[in-house]
């Protein structure tokens, strides 16, 4: 059974920085991409960044270009999201997602096949 847990979310001033691990059990995406969402209350769910984990290859959306960054490591089958400069608008639920049925990036969430939990980032003013 494929899990995907989340963890490092948390309550921080504006400015500041939070990084978001994503831990995968029971398959590896070797050769397959990961995401990062987030969902606001009343909104619907977001695509923030994704990363292809054979070759590194990133997408962002434009609202975090600069500020966040994906990363994975492949020893620990974990995916990051560090998060810089953070404003309140990014408080949300963050969600690690994995894709097995293509090689391709999407910023579409229905093209993700497993889902984390999610985890809470709330950033204050």
């Known amino acids: 059974q494929v899990q995907l847990v989340e963890s490092g979310g948390g309550l921080v001033q504006a400015g500041g920085s939070l990084r978001l691990s994503c831990t995968a059990s029971?398959?590896?995406?070797?050769?397959?991409?990961m995401g990062w969402f987030r969902q606001a209350p009343g909104k619907e769910r977001e695509f923030q960044a994704s990363i292809r984990w054979s070759d590194g290859t990133t997408n962002y959306a434009d609202s975090v270009k600069g500020r966040f960054t994906i990363s994975r490591d492949n020893a620990k089958n974990t995916l990051y999201l560090q998060m810089n400069s953070l404003k309140p608008d990014d408080t949300a639920i963050y969600y690690c997602?994995?894709?097995?049925?293509?090689?391709?990036?999407?910023?579409?969430?229905?093209?993700?096949?497993?889902w984390g939990q999610g985890t809470q980032v709330t950033v204050s003013s």
């Open positions: 997602a994995g894709r097995t049925s293509s090689i391709y990036l999407t910023r579409r969430a229905s093209e993700y096949d497993y």
């Open positions: 029971g398959r590896t995406f070797s050769g397959y991409g």
